[in-house]
């Protein structure tokens, strides 16, 4: 007998189905197989299975076992198949008949009890180490029907449901293919739920699973998620008034935000950069339900929502924390990366035999923060270029090509010299230029805004607090910037004007022209330079409220080429 049971493969940040496809025959020798290139872990699969039923007290099926994941020209990985081959399995061997309420169960133990129902009767859910076993008679009302769901899940040896990964990409899947629901560990149900538009089954054993499917256990749904409602509650973790001194500095982040700007602070340690640049996304507008379901999804491909984590992926601090994303299942605020410096180029970019997401990725609509960037391994660096220029990043494999969405603004930060300080005299100045020299020149280049992070005085810091800018007065100022921008030219920020563009949507004043022409011969500009500053005055005007780039604008974005200038 074949029984069929759908599930789902991760691709990227993406799911495409997967049917689990499960031949049994009673008669053949006893031998178990599985097929439809998997790997170690999908192979383990059967083992697992056998014992979480043998555990569970239902009779393990006997014979010949043939489980075929197809597409058989694609690879599996993961545990997330155990749940669909242990519903198969039991349905190919009779052990039960799904949507009959018909079961083979044998054996009850003792603990707390939960409400099955069969045939109108009250019974009993008995759990033994997290594992509910149905005291009940064979018999009883409609189950579900597994041809409308989708199932993925890993077992436990004792029967429970463990978390997987990619879970909000499975219920994408199902509402597109029309199916009415999914069947998903408990600790995935709420991530699943966000997506809308779905029956979502959050299950935490094997027991429980087949009481669901044969109609014998009252399973709750899950309830819908108000996306936007979480969204509209988030609150920035750090404010930009708690940070002394460096309006200056505030300034520019002010620019870069508006404008969708990168941007490098310059300046010896403990002057507030890190903690500016934590900060920074409480000044950007909030994400939209697409963009929290966008980055949800490369949170969930990773194992940072109700997934098992991904190690390499558990080093870098975020502006939220991880725990946060985990209760919500919904990423809702603009995330924040910050890789150390030692982190390989795989960790940054993403790879691996199956691709996965990097660093990049996971800062998607929110900031990658580089601090040291020096210390950084150039060839890292330079990886950077293509993600900063399409805002996404392309892994090819031999037997496939991922693209993963990497739109982040790039915050870097670097002490002027290896040991943090500002130099002096002349043999310092020679020390900080060969420590800028380890920096690569593209990626400089690419980078719009350079600005100085002096030291703050100490009589600033012993004083009493003074008011500072405060996050949402830069957050105002963003938003206003941005509405000009987004009623002249579109969703395009600034930052990605063409050359064109900037012709049409930047007029430059006679005498600011003259400005820039003085700059670019001066300070030898290069052509890149040059559109940079275009850009960042434009975004300069638009904080402004004013519709004609002036010298003062083109003057303010000049300061901003600090490696141009030379420190």
């Not at 509402?175 to 998903?184: E, L």
């Not at 150390?340 to 990725?361: F, L, N, W």
């Not at 090819?396 to 040991?419: D, E, G, I």
């Amino acid at each position: 007998m074949i029984a069929r049971v759908s599930s789902f493969i991760l691709e990227g940040i993406a799911a495409v189905p997967c049917e689990v496809e499960v031949d049994f025959d009673p008669t053949g020798l006893e031998r178990q197989s599985i097929v439809g290139l998997p790997d170690a872990a999908v192979r383990e699969s059967l083992e697992r299975v056998k014992a979480a039923l043998t555990n569970t007290g239902y009779r393990c099926p006997v014979g010949r076992l043939l489980v075929n994941l197809a597409p058989a020209d694609t690879r599996k990985e993961g545990p997330v198949y155990d749940l669909a081959i242990a519903i198969g399995l039991l349905v190919a061997g009779s052990v039960i008949e799904p949507a009959r309420g018909r079961t083979a169960m044998i054996g009850a133990r003792q603990g707390e009890h939960a409400h099955a129902r069969t045939n109108g009767a009250s019974h009993t859910a008995r759990d033994n180490g997290g594992v509910a076993l149905l005291d009940a008679e064979p018999g009883g009302p409609d189950g579900l029907d597994l041809r409308r769901f989708m199932v993925a899940g890993e077992l436990a040896l004792d029967g429970r449901v463990r978390p997987v990964r990619g879970i909000i990409a499975l219920a994408a899947l199902a509402h597109a293919r029309g199916m009415r629901g999914v069947i998903v560990p408990q600790a995935n149900a709420r991530e699943a739920s966000v997506v809308g538009g779905l029956e979502v089954y959050g299950v935490s054993s094997l027991a429980e699973v087949v009481g669901l499917v044969t109609g014998m256990l009252d399973v709750p749904l899950e309830p819908p998620v108000d996306v936007e409602a979480l969204i509209e509650g988030t609150r920035p973790p750090v404010d930009f008034a708690d940070v002394r001194g460096q309006e200056t500095v505030k300034r520019a982040i002010t620019v870069a935000a508006a404008g969708g700007h990168n941007i490098l602070m310059l300046g010896p340690a403990g002057t507030g950069k890190t903690m500016m640049a934590r900060a920074l996304p409480g000044i950007l507008p909030p994400l939209t339900r697409e963009e929290a379901l966008e980055v949800t999804r490369i949170y969930s491909a990773v194992g940072r929502l109700g997934g098992p984590p991904d190690r390499a992926h558990t080093s870098s601090h975020g502006g939220a924390s991880e725990e946060e994303f985990r209760d919500l299942g919904l990423v809702t605020r603009r995330p924040v990366r910050a890789p150390h410096h030692t982190a390989s180029s795989s960790a940054v970019i993403g790879g691996g035999a199956i691709p996965k997401p990097g660093e990049i990725s996971l800062a998607h609509r929110g900031v990658l923060f580089l601090d040291e960037l020096p210390e950084f391994p150039r060839f890292v660096l330079d990886t950077l270029r293509q993600p900063l220029e399409e805002g996404s990043v392309t892994i090819a494999r031999a037997h496939s090509a991922v693209t993963f969405p990497a739109r982040f603004m790039l915050v870097a930060a670097m002490n002027p010299t290896a040991k943090g300080d500002m130099p002096t005299d002349g043999f310092g100045r020679k020390e900080m230029e060969r420590y800028l020299g380890r920096l690569s020149r593209p990626l400089i280049d690419r980078v719009d805004i350079h600005v100085e992070a002096p030291a703050v005085p100490w009589s600033q810091l012993s004083g009493p607090p003074t008011k500072g800018t405060s996050t949402a007065e830069m957050r105002d100022r963003v938003a206003e910037a941005r509405h000009r921008q987004h009623a002249r030219q579109g969703r395009a920020l600034n930052s990605a004007l063409s050359g064109r563009q900037l012709d049409a949507h930047a007029p430059i004043a006679p005498d600011a022209l003259l400005l820039l022409g003085q700059a670019m011969t001066e300070l030898k500009l290069s052509a890149r330079a040059y559109d940079k500053i275009r850009r960042v005055s434009r975004t300069i005007a638009d904080l402004e409220g004013v519709d004609m780039v002036t010298a003062a604008h083109i003057a303010e974005a000049v300061q901003y080429r600090l490696l141009d200038r030379g420190v």
